[in-house]
């Protein structure tokens, strides 16, 4: 992970900017994600005072989860503008007049600008994947979540578009696949940062295209550009495309192209502080 190209977030906003207007008609797997995710809720006994929708993109979870805590508080944050203000507009007005709509908040993962213990559960679909520094950002969410807060996260795994991985390899030198990180590295992030008890799981899920060019338009609608730092400056040269169409075509089946997206699911919690009856913590002490 410590050589993975780092990602351009500037290049990354101005991407997601762009792709706000046309991003719900193609983000087909960002919605099934979610829908899976919210399925997962069924189980979480919590009742927050206040949400965080990390990542919200253009807020396609914000009316089940204002249906779902409808007393809750909802921060809705994306490093796009453009992004936080579709999620608001979900809200109908009259919820916005009486000042029970979505809080919009515009900025990074990695630096979240929200006070410490501001939130009771965090909720991230396929957002997290987008973080040049996962550990730190998992210690930010930590960060703003209050003491018995929850968690709850997708993101994709190192099998994602291995297809299109393979079919640019040896076409040159820059890179052209974001990076993805392990499930089982991302429970020891979770860990470390100091959540309680994590649990993951994964499932594939493929996608097919009639080629290569038709899955390039759908990662572009949806902002899913190559922003890492050693990605090629400028249009990628005719005979590597060509090249990368004629290596895709060994993974065609049933004349189709796939593209596999591998997902992770997680969630964690963040542990009640223990103390006495007069407020002193307690220090667990173990014997050798």
């Known amino acids: 992970m410590d050589n993975a190209p780092a990602l351009d977030k500037r290049l990354l906003r101005v991407a997601f900017e762009k792709a706000a207007p046309g991003y719900d008609a193609a983000a087909v797997l960002q919605h099934e994600v979610c829908q899976r995710m919210l399925s997962r809720l069924d189980f ?171 899955l390039m338009r759908d990662l572009k609608a949806i902002g899913a550009h190559n922003v890492t730092a050693g990605r090629r400056h400028g249009m990628t040269a005719r005979a590597t495309f060509a090249a990368v169409e004629r290596n895709y075509e060994v993974f065609r089946q049933a004349g189709r192209l796939p593209a596999t997206f591998e997902v992770i699911y997680g969630h964690a919690w963040l542990p009640q502080k223990r103390t006495t009856p007069d407020g002193k913590p307690v220090i667990e002490i173990k014997p050798l």
């Open 44 to 214: 979480v006994k919590l009742q927050p005072s206040v949400l965080l929708d990390a990542g919200c993109g253009t807020g396609n979870v914000v009316p089940e989860l204002a249906a779902r805590f409808p007393r809750a508080t909802l921060y809705a944050l994306d490093i796009a503008t453009a992004m936080v203000q579709r999620a608001c507009a979900r809200v109908p007005w009259w919820k916005r007049a009486l000042g029970r709509g979505v809080v919009p908040v515009c900025g990074d993962i990695e630096r979240l600008p929200l006070r410490a213990g501001a939130v009771d559960m965090v909720w991230s679909n396929l957002a997290l994947q987008w973080m040049n520094d996962p550990p730190h950002a998992f210690t930010e969410l930590r960060r703003v979540l209050t003491p018995g807060g929850l968690l709850m996260f997708s993101t994709f795994g190192p099998d994602t578009l291995k297809e299109l991985r393979a079919a640019y390899q040896g076409t040159d030198r820059y890179t052209h696949v974001n990076r993805f990180i392990d499930m089982h590295d991302i429970g020891d992030m979770l860990v470390h940062a100091g959540f309680a008890d994590p649990v993951m799981d994964m499932e594939y899920i493929t996608l097919t295209y009639a080629d290569v060019r038709a």
